[in-house]
């Protein structure tokens, strides 16, 4: 049985879109691209919806392609491709896909993204230097995206460059109740943001899991970076819990664990939403003085990043749930106020 029988029908007459473009949303479909086939599946599985057929491959000169194999005509689809590396593939196969349901005449098309590379790109901080977060919007509106769905944005204004709707999640719940299942007491941790950027993520924490807040002062000099100093706490003897939107070198994680365990910290454990990790971040999470370090799944590790230090939990629950609730224009804040999920069946 897939969703479109098990959501009452009335649903899909009552919601349905009569916008000026004459749109009438019937049916739920869902695709995906070559980032990340695991996450995919599990989100149809949530879902209980075949996966769309759709062919992508990529020509031997390294140009993308991908054919629709079924009638999309209509249409609510879901397409779900981190950008995540190779970055620039995975970006132009997003943007194809997107072309080809335009072509094929969907009545919607949502780019779900759980990861978005180049978001960290999202300023001019310097002179003659692009804002590619910014380009990056602007060729998936182009391209023919009606909506995004994003998860964890390196900076929630990045909403702001869509001229589309984009609904924003967070991977958050998950995290958060697999840290409470660690079974220490609130009074026992502190929750650590390692740079000030990620101060209100870290207070969001504190409010879900209790303890004291802690910031790393981090600053950069050029390509030197330097966490000398802590602000708030108290940390020493106490449980750490150190929590970042994504881990890319590590060197920003990594330097606020060896400050903690400094300090005095009893036990360290990090978490973020991206397994961006490249350069040497394998190595520096190995050597780094702390317990697990937990990632979701928005980015598929590599076969020789998957080390025991590493717990990867899966997200699919909330992208499944947002995708149906956006397809049955039900609210999406409403869903994190009350999970309507086990959270901890998906550990
Ligand atoms: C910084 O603003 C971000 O939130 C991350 O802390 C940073 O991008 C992680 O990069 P790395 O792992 O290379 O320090």
Redesign the pocket.
Known sequence: MNINSVLKPSLFIANADFSAKGRIYMKLKIFSGNANRPLFQKICQYLDLEPGLMTVEAFPDGESFCRIEEDVRGEDVFIVQPTCRPVNDTLMELLIMIESFKRASAGRITAVIPYFGYA?QDRKDEGRVPITAKLVANLLTRAGADRILAMDL?AAQIQGFFDIPVDHLSASPILDAYINKLGYAAEECVVVS??E??IKRAAKHVKALGGSLAIIDKRRQGNVVEQANLIGGPIEGRIAFIF??????????CGAAHLVKKMGVKKIYIAATHA?LCGN?IEQLQNAPVEEVVFSDTIPLLPDQQIPKIKILTISPILGEAIKRIHCQESISKMFKDLPFDTGQYF
């Open positions: 960290r390196h390692p740079d950027g990620s970042d939107d994504m881990i890319s070198t590590g060197g920003s994680i961006v971040a």
